[in-house]
């Protein structure tokens, strides 16, 4: 195994590093082959069609599956030899669903992320630390509430404030972070989504290196510094995302025809689904 | 902290820091007001039965041992106290305790608010193990161990319980991962495979033989001393001594366990300390005062309901619960044919059950909201 890979890629400072990484279940290569840095300040967004392996190589860079083949390295380390309480102080998920059974408070869920990594804080401060979180969500105003009773986009925010909460808890311990967010705005409307995806950008800009899990291409577009599209299990390119795409492409892996355009303001490719042979709409 | 607050028509922090308050000082008040109500209780169970001592004079006896007065510890009711109500009660205490803890680990680690030491093989394990001590063991018993009945059936269950939890981890662990579902299922199966074959064991059974398996599985208090005492104790309080390690674990397991994974929890570990500890103290009450049922599902739900489902008030909260009620179900069990006893399993589940039910049926929403 090259541990020499990770140095001479684009980004050398990257925080986690998948170098070769497969993964195989029930006789299906469900990620073959893929190399991914995740630099800090750098929003990476993961596109991709239906069971193309996106979720699969999430688990992978966070530990929660180990690799058939191929290796994960945090700051160098083998991500398996690292005890689960560092990982924790320096690797937040937030995850694609979560359920919960017994009627938890949206200020218990979000406590949650600082219960374990916070221990070193005081009472007080990790409360107002948790008060912050949920308010930077959005779902202060629901602290009092029970989970179960949320809408699914409540649901999502309450689940982002927990990470959040995490990551601010985590900060006191370890200031090389990696923020993980599997499909983070599947619930939530246009103005959350926004909103979600800003602050994730603002996590970034503050040194965190933030991957996420997309579907919406026009946001993937907009927001991602660096661009991964995955197709079969295999990361078909990678890159800054005005170089990344193209129609060819799109029509490869998504199977429907698009045509990039770009926006008149920053000059980003923007995408507008095209039936058969009709022109596109205004 | 430089998160960026975008507008929200927020409850202000203000607000939430006095809900968080508001939400400790009920806990508080809480573990304060239990643990008052269960030594009161423990106060009046040792004054009740054949011979009835005010809780004046059970209070002064108490204080007057605990100071090492001999001289105050005289008389008929001292002897009553000391050397017959009080190892019970403390049984009692501890195997409520026990069994309601048991029962609010056991729904943390399966996510389910109907799991129980019950359902997951332990007590049908313990159980036939018992059953086949009583109706087997004049057959095969022979020398030292025909001297010692009261030491060979405990002793029976006690491994009765510990190789069908042994059995269940087993079947459910895959490459070093405990899969709860598989787990939860064979626990169903080895639970009726278990219950079947106590019914065999009955069935083959002679008269002697089926009242001492109806006692058993009914449960009882009867027969306390020192000296059970001094086995129940060492194997039931270390699961009590570990709830303070296990709440955060269990909490970070209701998000799931890939979740609870990424809150830094060693999720392997919770699980088989939890389900290793609930196996040792289910399968010492068993051993101690047969199969009484209810406890570990009713005291832990009514703890969530009055607190919440938070395991750092869960778990000491239902340990108070479960040793009230039990307790409690005594002096009942002594009391209702006295000088008589009726088996404790049917106070339990003759208060408990009606209980339960005003209580569902009292709630306006669906219970899992």
């Known amino acids: 195994m090259s541990e020499t890979v990770a140095s001479q890629g684009s980004a050398p400072q990257a925080i986690v590093t998948g170098q070769g990484v497969s993964f195989t279940a029930g006789g299906r290569q469900l990620v073959s082959e893929a190399s991914l840095a995740l630099a800090p300040g750098t929003t990476t967004i993961l596109i991709g069609p239906n069971g193309a392996g996106k979720s699969t190589l999430l688990k992978l860079l966070t530990g929660e599956l180990t690799p058939s083949s191929g290796s994960v390295l945090v700051d160098g380390e083998a991500l398996s030899s690292i005890p689960g309480w560092r990982l924790a102080c320096q690797r937040v998920v937030m995850a694609q669903h979560a359920r919960l059974v017994f009627p938890f408070s949206v200020y218990e869920v979000a406590r949650l992320g600082a219960d374990g990594v916070g221990r070193a804080l005081s009472r007080q401060r990790r409360e107002v ?27 999502q925010r309450v689940q ?38 800003d602050m994730a950008r603002t996590i970034a800009a503050r040194g965190v290196a933030v991957l996420v899990v997309l579907h919406d291409l026009n946001l993937a577009v907009t927001y991602a510094d660096h661009l991964v599209v995955m197709d079969q299990g295999r990361i078909i390119v990678q890159g800054a995302p005005a170089k990344t795409l193209d129609d060819a492409l799109l029509r490869q892996v998504f199977k429907v025809d698009l045509s990039l355009s770009r926006a008149p303001a920053p000059g980003l490719p923007f995408l507008l689904p095209q039936q058969h042979r009709l022109s596109p709409a205004a | 902290m430089t998160l960026a607050t975008p507008p929200a028509r927020s409850m202000a922090l203000p607000s939430l820091a006095a809900f968080v308050d508001g939400r400790r000082r ?134 009765g319980g510990l190789l069908s939890t042994l059995a269940l981890y087993l079947i459910a662990t895959r490459d070093g991962r405990t899969s709860v579902a598989t787990m939860l299922l064979a626990g169903v199966a080895l639970g009726a495979l278990a219950g079947a074959l106590t019914g065999l064991l009955a069935y083959l059974s ?4 089926l009242r001492d398996l109806t006692f058993w599985s009914l449960g009882s208090l009867g027969g306390a001393s020192w000296t059970k005492l001094s086995a129940v104790a060492p194997i039931v309080l270390p699961l009590l001594l570990a709830m303070p390690l296990l709440a955060r674990g269990l909490n970070g397991l209701m998000l799931g366990e890939a979740e609870a994974y990424h809150l830094g929890i060693p999720v392997q570990r919770v699980k088989a300390m939890a389900i290793i500890l609930v196996a040792l103290a289910v399968g010492a009450s068993v051993a101690t005062a047969g199969m009484i049922g209810f406890v570990g599902i009713v005291v832990p739900h009514l703890v969530r309901l009055a607190t919440g489902p938070d395991h750092r008030l869960l778990l000491p909260l239902s340990a108070l619960g479960g040793a009230m009620l039990l307790v409690g179900a005594d002096i009942a069990a002594r009391l209702i044919v006295a000088p008589a006893e009726l088996p404790i399993g049917i106070v339990t589940a003759a208060i408990g059950a009606p209980f339960f039910l005003w209580l569902l049926l009292r709630r306006s929403g669906p219970l899992d909201v």
Do not use: W
Not at chain 1, 137 to 150: D, H, I, K, M, N
Not at chain 1, 160 to 187: K, T
């Open chain 2, 26 to 159: 009920a806990a508080v008040a809480t573990v304060i007001g239990l643990t008052l109500a269960c030594l009161a209780l423990t106060i009046v169970a040792i004054g009740q039965g054949a011979i009835a001592i005010p809780p004046g004079r059970v209070a002064e006896i108490l204080m007057a041992r605990l100071a090492g007065d001999d001289a105050l510890l005289q008389g008929r009711d001292v002897l009553v106290v000391l050397n017959i109500r009080l190892p019970r009660v403390l049984i009692g205490l501890l195997i409520g305790a026990a069994l309601a803890v048991s029962g609010a680990l056991m729904q943390g680690l399966f996510r389910n608010p109907l799991a129980d030491p019950g359902l997951v093989g332990v007590s049908a394990g313990a159980g036939l193990a018992a059953a086949a001590t009583i109706v087997l063991g004049d057959r095969f018993l022979t020398g030292m161990a025909m001297k010692l009945p009261f030491a060979v059936l405990p002793f029976g269950a006690f491994c």
């Open chain 1, 160 to 197: 982002f404030a927990r990470a959040l909460c995490q990551m601010e808890a985590g900060r006191s311990v370890c200031e090389r972070q990696v923020l993980f967010l599997d499909e983070p705005i599947a619930s939530l409307d246009l103005c959350h989504q926004l909103a979600l995806l």
């Open chain 2, 206 to 209: 002679d008269d002697r033989q």
């Open chain 1, 129 to 155: 630390l948790i008060g912050e979180c949920l308010a930077a969500a959005g779902v202060l105003e629901l602290a009092s509430r029970r989970y179960q009773t949320l809408s699914g986009g409540e649901q």
